[in-house]
C-alpha cells in the first residue's frame, strides 16, 4: 500500500510561481507511475502530467505544456510539480496519485493510491 502525502500549494498571483510535492510513506515509490490532476469547482478531475517509473518520461495536458514541469526523487521517495506562469484557469485543487505501472499512465481509473489534494489559488 502507498501512502501518499502532498504539500505545497496556496494563493499565489497571476504569473507566479508554486512547486507542489507528493511524499510517499510506507512504501518505496520506484515501482510506481505517479500522476497530478486538479478538479475545479463544478468540473471533472483531469489529468495535468505524469511520471514514468524511473523518471524517464512524462506526459503534460495541453494546458500547462510549457508552463509546469513533473520531476521525481525516488531516493527521497518524492514527487514534485513545479508550476510557472500560473494562471487563474489554473486554480483548483490538486492530487497526486500512484499507479503500479512503469510507464506514463494518463487514464485517471488506473491511478489506485490517492493523496489528500492541496489547493492551489491564482488569484489577483
Known amino acids: 500500500q502507498v501512502q501518499l502525502v502532498q504539500s505545497g500549494g496556496g494563493l499565489v498571483q497571476p504569473g507566479g510561481s508554486l512547486r507542489l510535492s507528493c511524499a510517499a510513506s510506507?512504501?518505496?515509490?520506484?515501482?510506481?507511475?505517479i500522476g497530478w490532476f486538479r478538479q475545479a469547482p463544478g468540473k471533472e478531475r483531469e489529468g495535468v502530467s505524469c511520471i514514468s517509473s524511473n523518471g524517464g518520461e512524462t506526459y503534460y495536458a495541453d494546458s500547462v505544456k510549457g508552463r509546469f514541469t513533473i520531476s521525481r526523487d525516488n531516493a527521497k521517495k518524492t514527487v514534485y510539480l513545479q508550476m510557472n506562469s500560473l494562471k487563474p484557469e489554473d486554480t483548483a485543487v490538486y492530487y497526486c496519485a500512484s499507479s503500479p505501472t512503469v510507464a506514463v499512465v494518463k487514464e485517471l481509473n488506473d491511478y489506485n493510491y490517492w493523496g489528500q489534494g492541496t489547493q492551489v489559488t491564482v488569484s489577483s
Open positions: 510506507g512504501s518505496t515509490l520506484d515501482a510506481y507511475a
